[in-house]
C-alpha cells in the first residue's frame, strides 16, 4: 500500500522556539494531507487540511498563525508549531487520504514535548 | 452537530473470545465506515472499510457490519489473541475525515 514518510518521529524543543514537522508521500501524489493532534488516550483531532499549492483549512479553534502548514509539493507537507509551549506537548499525526471509497494513509506520528 | 461516536472506553476480554466494539453515528450519513487499529505511540493502521450498501465485510478474523437504520457499524475480533490488544478507531469518510474516541481493547491470557 501507498506510503506515507513523518519525520521526525520524537522530538523535545525548550519554550518559545519553533519545530517543524514533515510528512512525505513516498510512492504516491498526496493533493491532500491532514493534520492531526492527538493527547494521550484521547482520539485523533484534526487541526488542519493541507492542500498543495493553496493555503491549508484550519478547524476551528486552531490557531493558523502558530501552526503554519506548508504543502509546496505534490509529496511534501510540513506542520510548523512556532513559539512552542509546554501545553503544544502532544503527538501529531498526517495522513493523506486515498481515493474515494479507499482508506487513508497515516504517518508515524511525532511526539513533541515541549520543556 | 454530525458526531461519531464510540462510547465504550475500554473493552476486557478473555482470549479465544469474540471482541465487539461499537461505532454510532449521528446526523449525517457517511457514505462508507473504517475501522482502524492503533498501538501505543504509532499512526493509525487500516483494517477494514464497509460502505453503506454493504451489510458486512470480512478479513480474516475481522469482520464489521454496517446498519443504516441503526445509524451503526459493529467490529470483531474472532478468537481474540493478546497480540489483537490495541485501541480500535472508527472513522467516516467525508473529505475531513473524523474519527471516534476509540476503545482500548485489552485481551488477557
Known amino acids: 500500500g501507498a506510503v506515507v514518510s513523518q519525520h521526525p518521529s520524537w522530538v523535545i524543543c525548550k519554550s518559545g522556539t519553533s519545530v517543524k514537522i514533515e510528512c512525505r508521500s513516498l510512492d504516491f501524489q498526496a493533493t491532500t494531507m491532514f493534520w492531526y493532534r492527538q493527547f494521550p488516550k484521547q482520539s485523533l483531532m484534526l487541526m488542519a487540511t493541507s492542500n498543495e499549492g493553496s493555503k491549508a483549512t484550519y478547524e476551528q479553534g486552531v490557531e493558523k498563525d502558530k501552526f503554519l502548514i506548508n504543502h509546496a509539493s505534490l509529496t511534501l507537507s510540513t506542520l510548523t508549531v512556532t513559539s512552542a509551549h509546554p501545553e503544544d506537548s502532544s503527538f501529531y499525526i498526517c495522513s493523506a487520504p486515498g481515493q474515494v471509497g479507499t482508506e487513508a494513509f497515516f504517518g508515524q506520528g511525532t511526539r513533541l514535548t515541549v520543556v | 452537530s454530525q458526531k461519531i461516536e464510540q462510547n465504550s472506553e475500554a473493552l476486557n476480554i478473555q482470549e479465544g473470545k469474540t471482541a465487539t466494539l461499537t461505532c454510532n453515528y449521528t446526523?449525517?450519513?457517511?457514505?462508507?465506515l473504517q475501522w482502524y487499529r492503533q498501538d501505543p505511540g504509532r499512526g493509525p493502521v487500516f483494517l477494514l472499510l464497509?460502505?453503506?450498501?454493504?451489510k458486512e465485510k470480512r478479513k480474516e478474523r475481522l469482520k464489521v457490519t454496517f446498519d443504516t437504520t441503526l445509524k451503526q457499524s459493529l467490529f470483531h475480533i474472532t478468537a481474540s489473541q493478546p497480540a489483537d490488544s490495541a485501541t480500535y478507531l472508527c472513522?467516516?469518510?467525508?473529505?475531513?475525515?473524523?474519527f471516534g474516541a476509540g476503545t482500548r481493547l485489552t485481551v488477557k491470557p
Open positions: 464497509i460502505r453503506e450498501n454493504e
Open positions: 446526523n449525517y450519513s457517511p457514505a462508507y
Open positions: 472513522a467516516d469518510n467525508n473529505n475531513d475525515m473524523r
